[in-house]
């Protein structure tokens, strides 16, 4: 028993004493709760207790004078029932909003290192608006039983990852799930993951967030919500409307079960994290949290005290101020070291290097801590390199030698390529090559693209290849919203009503070029989830807010597409089959470059904008050190094409593993060997990919 | 939360019922603990109206306390809403459980 953790003081019946003035938020210890928080401006702080979903406090307890260190309060009160009670604090302070002092001593406010927040336990469930305290915070019993598991620690290279949405993923009743758009629900699909031979699933936002902020009705009264949950309401806190049992407050244990089940079947877990604002929006928004502890600290101002909106979503957070700084690295480490989380994509990620005014820095302080901190050097950083202020630093992120980018150079043009666009070649060589002309392999090592053709921004694969415009007047935005550079191509029929079967046929071997192309390059590949069998969000580039079947994964097209989902699934393997696509081949065959680039004739690569016919050689060593060739062939154009491909050494053929032409047979059961005397014809919009084989 | 001895011969058929909170979950894990002994042990649920965080680690801590001793400690008769509990948050992988107490008892002879 520690001297200094027992009761010193007391309000009303609570038995108190100073706390601890080095934690943050709230902690059980020895026969209580510890309570710290910061502020730079509050002049005093009173801590509010509520009955697990009571609407009115049974205490509030100020904290005494001698119950602060500089600007940080800290108290422990005894004798708690830590299962029962939701927290909050009041700050007062100074109302001066040019001066970025907005203290409101009536608001409760959230604790902003809560660890589990209720008040959205169940998702979708209308909260009572006249309750004065939303948000509750509440206390977490950290302890798990691990059994041994930790972050995974292969290397990034041979990554495979699977952004997915917790929710969508099996939420609708063909998932076949018990606990359908829950953490438990996703358990429940590990096996399919495994099958299908991910390696990494990246889940958009997991932080709480309220799927109410900003619902609105579509014109049939049908609700639009706040779907993906890129307004972040607690960080240290997953989502309770994702945990099947979250009513309970159990989301913690849900998720951390999660974790450890994907990780025993060999899958990492990457969290898309939101830093670049919150959910109080501008000086109209609410008062959850930041704004009345701290609103000048955590909020880039502008002079005047209004909030700049780099992120378009009304607020900004002051990434590089030393107390967010810290803010921010403490989340992360606490979800790599209490979670097991294995790495994080930072959304709109270039706000995280702007400094206090906003500009853009050289060397931004927060950037550089996490790349060199300590409990976070094994995990991925993935950055969105750009934000909706107008910083667009894809290839030019800060970055230390060790984050990597969400590539959007690789998404367009691959896109543009594919579908038939001149003058794209010599640029998607550059994509499948790790995009070594933005990412100085030197510096960035070879892990820093992402490379995607699709994410949960914007068209589905299918849609890729279904759509010419956007549909999203579900929405309820006129169709305005969403992004017009989508790149897509309808195969010559918009849409699926009373599709041809020609057209259906040319859309699965449009999908499966593009597959055979992401699984093939160089980088780190992302399939967006349900891709592998041909989900479509019927023409919706951006569904946000569209909880239900345009987000919600169809697993009906799991049987209907079943030759799109073995053409993934033999990709991903043959990728883990050959080093050298993951620029892990430990030698070179004598004489020939890891790398090269061919045209019709080996070698010789056509330079002229109409060309859209692509070689890719890629030479290695297997994991048994045998020579490895492997030979990608692109025709984007409406007809075919015939091909020479490079001479192999004296004792090698080539054969033929993959050709996107023969439709249902696209694999072959046993590769065909290629006549060396003739040139191999590639299909009009076709791939192929070949590979070397020792002859007897 | 009541934790009785329903039977104490070859096997031991133990109790509980109430809810298993923070309230009641050290004094549930203690009492198992002390009724424990050589014997194999079944636990019925069929009066544990409700499994807080803090009853979860209860139910494994008194599996994980009997394992050590190669005592064999089954969960019978729990209810659907606590059955859903552990299966959502992963703690039915520490425990084993039987639906009855028939079942249980099965499964202690190794049929």
């Known amino acids: 028993m520690r001297i200094d953790l027992h009761p010193t003081g007391k309000y009303g019946d609570f038995k108190i004493r100073p706390g601890l003035m080095l934690a943050n938020g709230a902690h059980m210890v020895p026969g209580g709760v510890n309570f710290t928080i910061y502020s730079s401006g509050a002049k005093s702080c009173e801590l509010v207790l509520f009955h697990s979903h009571e609407k009115e406090p049974f205490a509030t307890i100020p904290f005494p004078e001698d119950y602060k260190i500089g600007n940080v309060f800290a108290m422990i009160v005894f004798d708690l029932d830590i299962e029962d009670i939701e927290y909050g604090f009041k700050m007062d302070g100074d109302y001066n909003f040019q001066r970025g002092d907005v203290f409101d001593k009536t608001k409760i406010l959230l604790d902003p290192y809560a660890k589990i927040i209720s008040g959205r336990d169940v998702w979708g469930e209308e909260p009572d608006w006249e309750n004065k305290f939303q948000y509750r915070s509440r206390i977490s019993l950290e302890d798990f039983d691990w059994e041994g598991d930790t972050p995974l620690k292969s290397s990034h290279k041979e990554l495979i990852i699977y952004e997915a949405h917790v929710r969508g993923f099996t939420k609708d009743e063909s998932s076949g799930v018990k606990f359908k758009g829950t953490y438990a629900g996703l358990v429940e699909k590990i096996p399919y993951l495994k099958e299908l031979g991910i390696n990494a699933i990246e889940l958009l936002p997991i932080f709480e967030f309220d799927e109410f902020e900003g619902a609105r009705k579509d014109a049939e009264g049908k609700p639009l919500l706040n779907y993906w949950g890129y307004s972040t309401v607690g960080f240290f806190a997953p989502k309770a409307g994702y945990a099947a049992s979250g009513r309970f407050s159990m989301q913690n244990d849900e998720l951390k079960n999660l974790v450890k089940e994907l990780h025993k079947n060999g899958i990492r877990i990457i969290l898309d994290v939101v830093f670049n604002h919150t959910a109080e929006g501008n000086e109209y928004g609410p008062y959850i949290s930041f704004k009345g502890i701290d609103n000048k600290t955590y909020y880039i101002l502008t002079p005047d005290g209004y909030y700049y909106n780099f992120s378009g979503c009304g607020n900004t957070l002051n990434c590089n101020n030393p107390i967010v700084r810290n803010f921010i690295l403490t989340c992360l480490r606490y979800w790599v070291a209490t979670y097991h989380v294995d790495g994080f994509r930072f959304d709109l990620a270039a706000i995280l290097g702007r400094d206090a005014f906003g500009a853009p820095m050289a060397n931004p302080p927060l950037l550089e801590s996490l790349a060199y901190d300590p409990v976070l050097s094994d995990s991925i950083l993935i950055a969105e390199a750009w934000d909706a202020g107008g910083l667009y630093q894809v290839g030019s992120f800060p970055n230390y030698g060790r984050w990597a980018e969400w590539n959007g150079k690789y998404r367009d043009d691959l896109r543009k390529f594919l579908k038939g666009e001149s003058g794209k070649a010599e640029c998607l060589a550059y994509r499948i090559s790790g995009s070594e002309d933005i990412y100085n392999r030197f510096w960035r090592g070879d892990c820093a693209s992402v490379n995607f053709i699709t994410c949960h921004d914007g068209f589905t694969l299918y849609d890729l290849f279904a759509y010419n415009d956007k549909h999203n007047e579900a929405n309820g935005w006129n169709n305005n919203d969403g992004g017009n550079d989508n790149d897509s191509w309808n195969c010559g029929w918009e849409g699926d009503i009373n599709l041809p079967a020609d057209i259906k046929y040319l859309r699965h071997k449009m999908i499966k070029n593009a597959a055979a192309v992401l699984l093939t390059s160089w980088g780190i590949p992302m399939i967006l989830a349900g891709d592998e069998f041909g989900n479509s969000q019927f023409g919706n580039n951006n569904p946000y807010c569209q909880d239900n079947k345009i987000s919600w994964l169809d697993w009906n097209d799991f049987e209907k597409n079943q030759d799109l989902y073995k053409f993934f699934k033999k990709m991903i393997s043959f990728r883990k089959a050959h080093p050298v696509l993951m620029r892990m081949s430990k030698d070179i065959p004598y004489g020939y470059p890891m790398f090269s680039v061919h045209g019709a004739n080996a070698w010789q690569f056509d330079h002229s904008p109409e060309n859209r016919l692509l070689g890719v050689m890629f030479a290695g060593k297997t994991a048994e050190g045998e020579d490895d060739f492997i030979y990608l062939g692109i025709n984007a154009h409406w007809e075919s094409h015939g091909v020479w491909l490079p001479q192999l050494p004296p004792n090698m053929t080539w054969q033929v593993e993959i050709n996107t032409d023969l439709g249902d047979n696209a694999v072959y059961d046993s590769p065909a060997e290629i006549n060396p005397e003739n040139q191999f014809i590639i299909g009009a919009r076709s791939v192929i990919v070949c590979t070397s084989k020792k002859q007897r | ?111």
């Not at chain 2, 959502?88 to 202690?108: D, S």
């Open chain 2, 1 to 111: 939360m009541k934790v009785t001895v329903e039977r104490d011969d070859t096997i031991k058929i133990l109790a509980f019922e109430g809810q298993l909170d923070v309230a009641s979950s050290d004094f549930a894990r203690e009492e198992t603990l002390k009724l424990l002994d050589d014997k194999p042990t079944i636990i019925s649920m069929a009066k544990c109206t409700y499994v807080s965080s803090s009853g979860l680690r209860a139910l494994l801590m008194i599996a994980k306390a009997a394992k050590p001793k190669g005592v064999k400690v089954i969960y019978a008769e729990t209810i659907p809403e606590v059955m859903d509990v552990l299966q959502m948050t992963g703690f039915i992988k520490f425990l084993t459980c039987a639906k009855t107490i028939e079942e249980a008892e099965k499964e202690l002879a190794g049929k």
